[in-house]
C-alpha cells in the first residue's frame, strides 16, 4: 500500500459526540412551535445529511408536513440557537486529543470534511480546542456539493495539494464509506459512531473500535 500522509476526519460521530447538543437545540425548536420533542437515540439516527435534512427529520416525527420555505425558516432558527452553543453538552470521544497529538508530532497533515455547515462545524471544533490541528475544515456549505459526492473530498484534497492515493479519510456511516469509495480513497470506519445501517452493509478498508486505535494501524507507524 502506497505510503499515507493526509488524513481527513469526518466530524460528528468520528471526532465528537455531537448529539447531545444536536438533540437538545433540535426540541428547544420543537417545543417553540409546540410539537412532540425527539429522543436522542433518533436525534443520533438523523446526524450525517447536513442540518436542513437534520431539521426535516425532527419536525417530520410529529407527522406533521412541512414546505420548503418554512424549512428554510425552522433551519435557519435552528442554527442560530446551535451557533451559539456547540459544545454545551458535546465532547471529543475517547483518546482524540492524545491521537491526533501524536498524528501531528509524526507529521500527518489532517483536515475535516464534514457535512456540518462551516460556521458551525468551526466553532464547534474551536469551542472543544481542535481547530489548529487541521489544515482545513471543509463544512457542508464550504464548495457547492458535499459528501456523498466524492467531489467534497477531492476538492479538500487538491487545496491541500494532495492526491487521493496519498490519503485516508476516517468516518463512521456509509456516506462516508461512498464519499472515499467513489474519490478512491482509503476509507477507516469508526464503529463507535453514528452509522444508521449496519457495518456488514458499509464498504471500509478498516476499523477502529476507538479513536486511538488509528495508531495501531501499520500505515500510521513511522
Known sequence: MQNKDTIIFDLDGTLVDSAPDLHACANRLLRRYHQPTISLKQSQSFIGDGVRQFVKSAWLQSNKEIDEGQLTKLQDEFLLDYQNQPAELSDTYPGVRKTLDQLSHLGYKMAVCTNKPQVAAETLLKNLGLKNYFLQIAGGDFYSVKKPNKLHLLNLLDDLGKSASSAVMIGDNEHDAHTAEAAETTFIICTYGY????????????????????????????
Not at 456488514?200 to 495501531?216: G, P, R, V
Open 195 to 222: 452509522a444508521r445501517i449496519p457495518l456488514k452493509d458499509i464498504h471500509f478498508d478498516f476499523k477502529i473500535d476507538t479513536f486511538s486505535d488509528l495508531l495501531q494501524l501499520s500505515f500510521f507507524k513511522k
